[in-house]
């Protein structure tokens, strides 16, 4: 079994605290206080789709219509 660290101190004083939104662990650094999660999932947002919503921020359209139509979360935007 991996030992796990914290990703922005190196130490490995960690503790459990809670679960994200899919259930994955999260995890708490005693010494640094950073709170992370082992092997996270990252959406990589298209830049074609990067485009469309600038285009449409630009035109003041409400944030939750452009997360709506670009399946993007209002808190990227």
Same mark, same amino acid.
């Given at each position: 079994?991996?030992?796990?660290?914290?990703?922005? +101190? *190196?130490?490995?004083?960690?503790?459990?605290? *809670?679960?994200?939104?899919? *259930?994955?662990?999260?995890?708490? +650094?005693?010494? +640094?206080?950073? !709170?992370?999660? !082992?092997?996270? !999932?990252?959406? %990589?947002?298209?830049?074609?789709?990067?485009? %469309?919503?600038?285009?449409? %921020?630009?035109?003041?359209?409400?944030?939750?219509?452009?997360?709506?139509?670009?399946?993007?979360?209002?808190?990227?935007?």
């Amino acid at each position: 079994m991996k030992m796990l660290s914290c990703p922005r +101190c *190196g130490s490995d004083h960690l503790v459990k605290n *809670g679960r994200i939104h899919n *259930g994955k662990q999260n995890h708490k +650094c005693r010494a +640094c206080g950073r !709170q992370f999660v !082992q092997n996270p !999932q990252q959406k %990589l947002i298209p830049p074609q789709t990067k485009e %469309l919503i600038n285009k449409l %921020l630009l035109e003041k359209l409400p944030l939750a219509g452009i997360a709506r139509v670009t399946d993007v979360s209002e808190t990227w935007l």
